[in-house]
């Protein structure tokens, strides 16, 4: 019996460890109030969010049989950069009558204008014979008068006046028609060369065309384009895509868009880096409705067995260039994103005072430059 009493003895209270639980308990509870109130409830988070960007159609202006292919699905090219010959036989051949077309319009338009000279030649001969016609007439008058010649001689004198003035006439008449296919004109701006240069320049930009350069810098996706390929203009051939633009659609909650505003803060990560880099970027602005509101099938909602569903409506969010380089991303990546709703000041959606934002590309542009430098050396060789 003895040693039974103490064992009683010996047996620890359960309150120490009751009590301690509790405090850890309490702490944990107050840690995440205070978590709560200094930063959890200015934070909006999802992990329905995906890396955006460009594809950029490369297709060609013109049609034509494939005979080169110079880039290949997962290549990086510069913009300008060759990607599809198309066969140019028929296009070099229309150039070369073309630049044969104008350099003879120059020529003929030079003939107009040396045809005005001749012609004003002409004119004051005309003027020269009349002239001579009236000073005859009248000696033979005076003659006349006197009786040293016959009234025959005087009425010969009369119409060869008549025959001067109607020479002068049609000098006249035919100087101003030299005039006109050349007044107020220079051969450049003579409406023949300028309409010789305008086929000039379109057999040039269709002789361009039939390379096909990459309207951005980025990586080659899709190509599905074939050597011996007969192509039609505007026909897709491949894609690029730029990597140094992109941007996360990140999907919220219509619960979660109170306080989302455009120009807020974003903390993002990938799933292909981990928690280990965290991209920054910024609210950019949100889409005029919902994913299912621009869906093929948009939900019908009028049946009698309606059952609510939340709805998700596509944040764009920008991220920094600098980043994006040092740790390349690719379309379709998923993405984890924290918005610091902090800042609530800014509007909701887009206005009217809200920057625009576009794309551009110069590969094309100085294609009528060129063309307009070979119209001037045509001109210039033949003048």
Known sequence: ???????????????????????????????????????????ESTEDAYVGGNVVSVTAQVGGVVTAIRADDTDFVQAGRSLVQLDDTDARLALARAKAQLARTVRQVRAQYAAVGQTSANLVAREVDL??????????????????????????????????????????????????LVDRASIETQPDVLAAASQLRDAYVTAYRTDVPAPVTGVVTGRHVQLGQKIAPGVPLMSV?????????????????????????????????????????TVM???????????????????????????????????????????????????????????????????????AHGYRTDVYAHQLADADALVAQVIQANR
């Not at 103490?6 to 509870?29: D, Q």
């Not at 001579?132 to 009248?138: F, G, H, P, T």
């Not at 008058?141 to 009425?155: D, H, K, N, P």
């Open 285 to 355: 602005g949100q889409e005029a409705g919902t994913g299912s509101a621009f869906s093929l099938l948009p939900a019908q909602n009028a049946s009698g067995n309606w059952i609510k569903v939340v709805q998700r409506v596509p944040i764009r969010i920008v991220l920094d260039s600098r980043q994006v380089a040092a740790h390349p991303l690719q379309l379709g990546l998923s993405m984890r994103v924290t918005v610091d709703t902090r800042e609530r000041g800014g509007a909701r959606l887009a206005s009217v005072k809200s920057p």
């Open 241 to 281: 895509v730029p990597l140094d633009h992109l941007w996360v659609e990140a999907n919220f909650k219509e619960s979660q868009l109170r306080h989302l505003r455009i120009g807020q803060p974003v903390e993002l990560t990938a799933d292909v880096y981990g928690k280990a880099v965290v991209y920054h970027g």
């Open 131 to 180: 002239a001579r016609a009236k000073a005859d007439l009248a000696h033979r008058r005076e003659l006349l008068a006197s009786g040293a010649i016959s009234g025959e001689e005087v009425r010969h004198a009369t119409q060869a006046v008549r025959a001067a003035k109607a020479a002068l006439d049609a000098a006249r008449e035919q100087l101003a028609g030299r005039r006109a």
């Open 1 to 43: 019996m003895p040693p039974a009493d103490n064992e009683a003895g010996t047996e620890r209270s359960p309150w120490p460890s009751r009590i301690a639980a509790l405090v850890l308990v309490l702490g944990g509870a107050i840690a995440l109030a205070i978590y709560w109130i200094a930063v959890g409830q200015y934070q």
